[in-house]
């Protein structure tokens, strides 16, 4: 079943001589389930395709439907309540609360939303990403790969149509790298997640089923590993 459907999508920065062409033209279908990486050199469009994906930014033109909604057209307020209930966002840097402790941090997006949480989720959501004995900390008492974890655990709480992790090893050290990516591979697994992952790294794009290639804004290649 399809999740996720990009067409004809163009952003451009700037006008005259100083426009930039960071997407031209990107079409592209991704089905529920699927663990996709996207891959790319610095300056390769990969970055700001995702940050349309997760309705951060528009595209200059082409449409971007996200489980049957066109968040193309939505305005700051409906992409905001978009993204916090239907997209799940990981990057490099966690972004998780100081003040708060791993519990609230996990559970923000729903409590934004006065939802109360499905504990039985919760509970499997944490136990599987091994966090379970830190939810009553502060984040800076966590290792990277904890607070990584964490951020994942904020990420899949409201059951997303789509989980987008943005270069989400590219502040960790090699043990804790593969120990994310198996994290998200296990939540692809056990939690039929779906997941667009942006990374600069080779060997972390071996780990999807899907590689998708981006160059000057383009995809040159959309090779399925199966």
Avoid: W
């Amino acid at each position: 079943m399809e999740i996720l459907k990009c067409e004809g999508i163009k952003k451009v920065y700037g006008s005259g001589a100083n426009q930039v062409k960071a997407l031209d033209g990107i079409d592209l279908v991704v089905n529920k389930g699927e663990f996709v990486a996207i891959i790319g050199a610095s300056g390769s469009g990969k970055s700001t395709l995702l940050h349309i994906l997760g309705s951060v930014d528009k595209p200059t033109k082409g449409k971007v439907v996200v489980g049957g909604t066109d968040i193309s057209v939505l305005n700051k307020t409906q992409a905001a309540i978009f993204r916090r209930r239907k997209v799940g966002l990981v990057y490099q840097f966690y972004n998780l609360i100081p003040t708060l402790t791993v519990r609230k941090n996990i559970l923000m997006p729903l409590l934004l939303d006065k939802k109360k949480p499905n504990e039985e989720f919760f509970d499997q959501i944490v136990k599987s990403l091994g966090i379970a004995d830190k939810l009553e900390s502060l984040p800076n008492q966590l290792s990277g790969g904890q607070q990584q974890r964490a951020a994942i655990a904020r990420s899949l709480i409201y059951r997303p149509a789509l989980l987008l992790a943005d270069e989400p090893t590219g502040n960790l050290d090699q043990k804790n790298s593969k120990e994310i990516i198996d994290m998200l591979k296990l939540s692809n697994r056990n939690f039929e997640q779906t997941i667009v992952l942006i990374t600069h790294d080779e060997k972390i794009a071996l780990e999807a089923e899907r590689i998708i290639t981006i160059e000057d804004g383009r995809i040159i290649n959309d090779e399925s590993r199966r």
